[in-house]
């Protein structure tokens, strides 16, 4: 089944709705964005969903998670049952959204929130994963140029647990509701296993799922109405999503 991620979450309200949905993550922006969420509430929507992760007996310790491989499938592969295992443990993940963020002011700001897994957004490099005392999406954006090849190239192993497909755009890193090239998607995810944002609804989802079969899908303004997160259009996207397979 494909996992969900509801994304740019601003209140207790919003995250509970993702919950009770059924989303596997929520997501929490602190890079500069209309969306982006005071220390203050993100640190209530951390409580109101659960223990943070780092305040849980874990069976196993974060060195497990690791692997050797170089091989893009092996290496994503190893993050996504990773991620799997975390999820049993907790539901949804909470995730801290930067862009371009000093690696101490994230740190920081995860351990003060509670937040369990960290995003990076901007045009970091991926060895900077490394710098992050969570786990780490790491997003590609893929450019209107792009072939699958060529986006691929671009992803690195020995860093970040999974990779996030978003479209580029001049203006913003993510959000911004631009679809992806969903060929071009589901030939990279034919690769490895990825995430998939950029123009996802509750009406096209269940097609994005089927076309790319990604690993789990991200949501933001399309579950929006007037700016502001639809608890309803919530619920619709995580139904529609969970049904797709």
């Known amino acids: 089944m494909t996992r969900v991620k509801i994304c740019g979450c601003r209140s207790v309200e919003q995250a509970l709705a993702a919950a009770e949905a059924g989303a596997d993550f929520v997501g929490m922006v602190f890079a500069e964005s209309r969306r982006k969420v005071s220390l203050e509430d993100a640190s209530e929507i951390v409580r109101a969903l659960g223990a ?12 497990l998670f690791r692997t050797d491989a170089t091989d893009l499938r092996a290496w994503f592969d190893h993050g ?19 862009a371009n963020n000093d690696p101490e002011e994230i740190n920081e700001i995860v351990d003060e929130c509670g937040i369990d897994l960290v995003q990076l957004s901007g045009g970091e490099p991926w060895s900077a994963c490394l710098l992050i005392n969570r786990q780490v999406i ?3 954006h893929v ?24 479209r580029a755009g001049d203006a913003a890193y993510g959000g911004a509701g631009l679809p992806l090239d969903l060929r071009t998607a589901n030939a990279i995810a034919a690769t490895m296993p990825v995430w998939l944002a950029g123009g996802l609804t509750p009406d ?15 949501v933001s303004s399309g579950v929006e109405t007037d ?10 996207f995580v139904t529609a999503a969970k049904g797709a397979t």
């Open 138 to 140: 790491k997003v590609l």
């Open 227 to 236: 700016g502001v997160k639809d608890l309803a259009k919530i619920r619709a």
């Open 143 to 166: 450019r209107d140029a792009d072939t699958h090849a060529s986006a691929i190239a671009r992803a690195e192993t020995g860093s970040a647990l999974a990779v996030l497909l978003d």
């Open 52 to 63: 943070p992760l780092s305040e849980l007996e874990m069976p196993s310790p974060p060195s």
């Open 80 to 98: 996504a049952s990773a991620l799997d295992r975390l999820i049993q443990r907790k539901r949804p993940l909470t995730v801290g959204v930067f």
């Open 204 to 218: 096209n989802v269940v097609e994005a799922i089927k076309t790319v079969q990604p690993w789990c899908v991200d």
